[in-house]
């Protein structure tokens, strides 16, 4: 859709004496004078009620502009920031920060820092289980993470999404699908786990993996996307 708008570089221009007036000012002017706008005037939650967080906790398209959102957002900032200094100092009070922050914490797990997240609360990690520094968990879904799991450095678990067309990205719809670990999952250093996905028991997946489409349980993968290498024995 174009818009004329009036702007004073415009005016000044269509001032200036015809013979100083420079050889493209008249298309300089309307250049000026226009601008495009590219949102679209679709009206994407036409008889839809909610708001748009119940859209995202939901799993459907939404607009990430909801006052309440925002709130728990800032809190779970505030949460880490408070757990990186209560941690770093040692502080024998930093584990209830983390368990402020996230909506599940199992006995005995520890995630060293540091860490970030979207909203913390949609956050579950099991008993027993060992989180290395950076991890990236972006819970505008639901992220699971079983009991006894071991995670390396630099791990990112993300769950949102966004729209393949241009014009509903354009307009900032978004959406989001969970991810799930199971129980004793081990994930290299710099792993990257997408939304939707699910990784069973006692998989391993390699270093720097890119894991696109679920992993069934005791099996190895590695790669970019991630597939499968063997499968996992006792022995």
């Not at 174009?2 to 415009?10: F, H, N, T």
């Not at 607009?63 to 779970?76: M, N, V």
Request: charged share 25%.
């Amino acid at each position: 859709m174009v818009r004329a708008r009036p702007a004073l570089d415009a005016s000044f221009t269509l001032l200036v004496p015809p013979d100083r007036r420079p050889a493209r000012a008249l298309w300089s002017t309307v250049r000026i004078m226009c601008t495009i706008d590219h949102m679209s005037t679709r009206d994407y939650f036409a008889g839809d009620p909610r708001t748009n967080r119940e859209r995202m906790l939901a799993g459907d398209l939404y607009i990430a502009d909801d006052p309440d959102s925002e709130r728990i957002a800032r809190e779970a900032m505030r949460l880490v920031a408070a757990y990186h200094r209560a941690e770093s100092a040692g502080e024998p009070d930093a584990r209830e920060h983390l368990v402020a922050l996230l909506g599940t914490l199992g006995e005995g797990a520890y995630i060293k820092p540091p860490l970030a997240v979207d909203y913390g609360e949609n956050i579950h990690v099991g008993a027993r289980t060992f989180v290395n520094s950076n991890l990236t968990a972006l819970d505008v879904a639901t992220i699971t993470i079983g009991e006894d799991c071991q995670i390396g450095p630099n791990v990112q678990l993300l769950t949102p999404t966004h729209p393949v067309a241009p014009q509903p990205r354009r307009d900032k719809l978004e959406a989001a699908r969970p991810v799930t670990l199971g129980d004793n999952v081990w994930l290299g250093g710099g792993v990257i786990v997408c939304p939707g996905v699910s990784i069973g028991d006692n998989t391993v997946v390699g270093a720097g993996a890119v894991v696109t489409k679920d992993l069934p349980a005791n099996v190895v993968a590695v790669g970019n996307p991630a597939r499968v290498v063997r499968d996992i024995t006792e022995d």
